[in-house]
């Protein structure tokens, strides 16, 4: 049937889309499991589909359109070629891709194949119309691709369903997906993907139906697919959050009598698990177990360690903890512990977070930038300038610039201790590391040298400020070094005084 037949039986076929909203992008639940990752299709165009207000006469321009462009007798590249690069590039025609699909259907010499059908299902999904992908699964269900009329069923049909199933799952449309999934099932050969079983008890699990991510595991085991890491990772991540730690245990070990080897993400789950539990031994003890089997501590496995030996109260064990990791190696190189830091600067134990800093920076697990500043910091306030001055040298070697903040209270405490010639000295060394001074840091040193009584070498500070323009005249400059001279004056008196 032609469709300028079907235009006249029907006028309004054409132009009865409805104009779907804009796809939203659910935001992933960080404390699940990621399902495994589907077998990507073939990169697609994400249609915009925006509503146009029907003029009249329209589906007649739409027809003109079509069949100056795909005229009967085509095939399924014919079709294809034409939605990808005519129809989706048209401002008032993209949006009836689905039309046109189903109008091609009706064509007598016309039969849809996999391509069409995958191009047409991740269009759809993508822009959320699941109203016509549960139409478009339906139709392939009943008229299979071409590829299907021997004894094996099409090779892309599970994909398609894949990314369909994906495509439910994500917006919470689980009845659609498993309706899906049950369809798909009747048309390929064998059972499932176990792939394809991890999207829907994800979905399940997502969406707080963990009794129905039971029952598909159940039925999984019954098909005698067999469960892979990612499977068992979603439902023990789903067992501790429906307060189940020991059952999450059970599955764990069912899953090594299975022969499915734990990764790192299993592991984290039940690390935060026992934390949870405020069994923070058994916890500790199922990373050193990790060590043992030889899976690669993450930069997350450290943070759910030392943070949660750090909230339990035990931030002496976290210290240990990190110093025995790096000692075995295995410290994730970039590990930022920050938060530990900070916590020991604000419990004034300066010197045992000192301690951490040396022991692991000479192991090479360097700390963050913010982790010196903050430790530096922390020694400021605690009187303890000598160690933060040392601290600050070692920062600038490695080139870890600080904040002027940081920087001027540090210099503010060494010229306070009359060492203000170490201040200078350090100033200079941060400046060759990219440190720019500002108008304190110079008046800091310069109120330094002029209580030392040191006019020379504050002189040279001075100058230095009115050659950068930090010194907005003459007399502001004259004024310092006025205060320079006599303070020379005043500390040779003193020192007269002194010596009589």
Known sequence: ???????????????????????????????????PPSDSLTPLP??????????????????????????????????????????????????????????????????????????????????DRFDDLGSLLRFMASNPCPCSDGIFSCPRIEPIFRFSINAYSRVGKLNDAAVAFECMRKMIDGSPNVALYNILIHGYVKCGEHHNGLKLYDKMLKDRVKPDVYTFNILISSYCRNSQFGLALELFKEMREKGCCPNVVSFNTLIRGFFRERKFDEGVAMAYEMIELGCEFSRVTCEILVDGLRRGG????????????????????????????????????????????????????????????????????SGKIDEGFT?????????????????????????????????????????????????????????GYTREGKRKEGAVVVDEMLDIGFLPDLAAYNRLMDGLANSSSWVRHQANVIGN
């Not at 300028?4 to 935001?27: C, D, E, F, W």
């Not at 990808?84 to 007598?108: E, G, I």
């Not at 295995?330 to 022991?359: I, Q, R, W």
């Not at 350090?426 to 108008?439: H, I, M, Q, T, V």
């Open 314 to 381: 035990r931030v002496l064990e976290a210290c240990e903890l990190l110093s025995d990791l790096s000692r075995k190696g295995v410290l994730p190189h970039g590990y930022d512990y920050f938060g530990l830091m900070e916590e020991l600067c604000e419990k004034g134990n300066t010197s045992k977070a000192l301690g951490v800093v040396d022991e692991l920076w000479g192991k090479g697990d360097a700390p963050s930038l913010i982790s010196c500043t903050t430790l530096v910091e922390g020694l400021r306030r």
């Open 391 to 447: 601290l600050m040298e070692r920062m600038l070697r490695e080139s870890m610039v600080p904040d002027s903040v940081t920087f001027n209270c540090l210099l503010q405490g060494l010229c306070d201790m009359g060492r203000t010639v170490d201040a200078n000295r350090l100033r200079l060394l941060a400046s060759s590391k990219g440190f720019e001074p500002d108008e304190t840091t110079y008046s800091i040193l310069v109120s």
């Open 46 to 127: 994400i249609l915009t589909l925006s509503h146009h207000t029907h003029k009249p006469n329209h589906h007649d321009h739409l027809l003109r359109f079509l069949m100056a462009h795909l005229k009967p007798p085509f095939n399924p590249t014919h079709l294809l070629q034409f939605l990808k690069s005519k129809l989706h590039r048209h401002p008032a025609f993209t949006h009836y891709d689905f039309h046109v699909f189903n109008w091609a259907s009706t064509v007598d010499s016309f039969r849809h194949d996999h391509s069409t059908f995958e191009w047409m299902a991740r269009t759809l999904a993508i822009t």
């Open 1 to 35: 049937m032609g469709f300028k037949k079907i235009l006249k039986r029907n006028p309004k076929t054409l132009l009865s889309s409805k104009t779907p909203q804009t796809p939203q992008s659910p935001i992933p639940d960080p404390s699940l499991p990621l399902p």
